[in-house]
Each structure stands twice: as C-alpha cells, then as structure tokens.
C-alpha cells in the first residue's frame, strides 16, 4: 500500500471514529435534553385530556393557592409550596411567576415528566406515560395529608 493510500485509510478510520463518538454522546445525553414546555403544548394533540383536566383538576389551577399565601410566607415556606404546587420547580422547569408562568400549576409534565421530545417526536416513548405511585408520593404523602387535611390521591389526574 503507498503512503497515499495508507494516509486515507487512517483518515477515514479517524473520521469513522468521531462519527461514532458524536451518535454514542448524543444518544446518552437525550434525556438531559428532555425540558419543560407547559401544559398548553400538550393540548393540540390531547385535547380531551387537557381540557378535562383543565376544567376538573383542582392541581390545573394550584397557583391560586400559592398566590393567596404567598404575601404570609417567608422564602423558604414559599419554596416548600413551589416543590407540589408548580410544574418542574428545582428540576429545570418553574423559576418565578414572572419568568416561567407556563409553569405556574401543577401540569402535565409534573405526572408525566419533561414534554419537549415527546412534542417533538410524537414518540410515546418520549414521555412518561404511566406515572408510578412514587411520582404521586412526592406530595401525596403522609406529612403532607397530615399537614394540609387532604386526602391521597392515586387516581386523581382526571383524564
């Protein structure tokens, strides 16, 4: 083999070599791409569910209570509600009121996790379609139906 034909054969392999590196790194890093969108972004394809659940859910307006409380509570407190009464608080999604409104309520991203591949792929794959009990616990649980007098809800989505 000459010198030519040796220098393409390496290059192509060093090519074929950083192709494969740049699939592997964006195919393990698609879940950390995955973000909040809102509520609003799920109704064009689901639109029973979302207005069912708009119209029913009490969770689809929970902001009204952080609203009313909010003037009485000191930072952290108010954070505390953040955690079960907005949609993705700490977890990339809501930040304030002012900057991420979309996010203000309990949402379908908060059973169903982050929305952006899935409005983008239409891929069912892309989204939790079935949330899991623990999903529900996070707030549902025992020191919050003791603190707050509510019951836990298992079934509660309203679609």
């Known amino acids: 083999m000459n010198r030519a034909a040796c220098i393409k054969k390496i290059l192509l392999t060093v090519f074929f070599c950083l ?4 699939i592997a790194h964006n195919y393990c890093h698609a879940a950390d791409d995955k973000t909040y969108i ?13 207005t069912n659940y708009t119209k029913y859910s009490k969770k689809a307006h929970s902001w009204d209570s952080v609203a009313i409380m909010k003037p009485k509570l000191k930072k952290a407190e108010l954070e505390k509600c953040y955690e079960c009464h907005t949609t993705g608080y700490k977890e990339g999604g809501f930040k304030s009121i002012e900057s991420t409104p979309e996010l203000s309520d309990v949402g379908c991203e908060s059973c169903h996790g982050p929305g952006s591949l899935h409005a983008e792929s239409q891929d069912p794959q892309d989204i939790v379609a079935k949330p899991s009990k623990g999903t529900c616990t996070k707030c549902h649980n025992s020191e919050r139906i003791q603190d707050f007098k509510f019951k836990p809800l298992i079934f509660s989505g309203a679609h």
């Open 19 to 22: 192709f494969q590196i740049v």
């Open 38 to 50: 809102g509520s609003k972004n799920c109704e064009p394809c689901h639109e029973e569910q979302y």
